[in-house]
Nanobody, 119 residues
């Protein structure tokens, strides 16, 4: 599976961005059966899971993004989205998507997308 994240950029605090992550080189049934998550890694910090969506649609968020971020998936397009509203400078990071299995990421990391929030 190849993972390609896009949609990042430079935005002022309070602004919005919508990230997309397409999973290529995988068959549809594999994508549908996976749980998917968005991760982020800020400079000098460990990569962390900020949002996940289970194959049955159940969603979980890290407390710091609850009420501001929305994760969704389009199985037909094999794409996962992250709508980010009311962005804060502490959201600045490189964002990645990956499948989530047993509480950890599953595939090799693909290209992330840089999100920079100016305050």
């Amino acid at each position: 599976v190849q993972l390609q994240a896009s949609g990042g950029g430079l935005v002022q605090a309070g602004g919005s961005l919508r990230l997309s992550c397409k999973a290529s080189r995988t068959i549809l049934s594999t994508f549908v059966g996976n749980d998917w998550g968005w991760y982020r890694q800020a400079p000098g910090k460990q990569r962390e899971l900020v949002a996940s969506i289970v194959s049955n649609g159940k969603i979980n968020y890290q407390d710091s993004v609850k009420g501001r971020f929305t994760i969704s998936r389009d199985n037909a397009r094999k794409t996962v989205y992250l709508q980010m509203n009311n962005l804060k400078p502490e959201d600045t990071a490189v964002y990645y998507c990956n499948a989530v299995r047993d509480g950890s990421y599953y595939y090799n990391w693909g290209q992330g997308t840089q999100v920079t929030v100016s305050g």
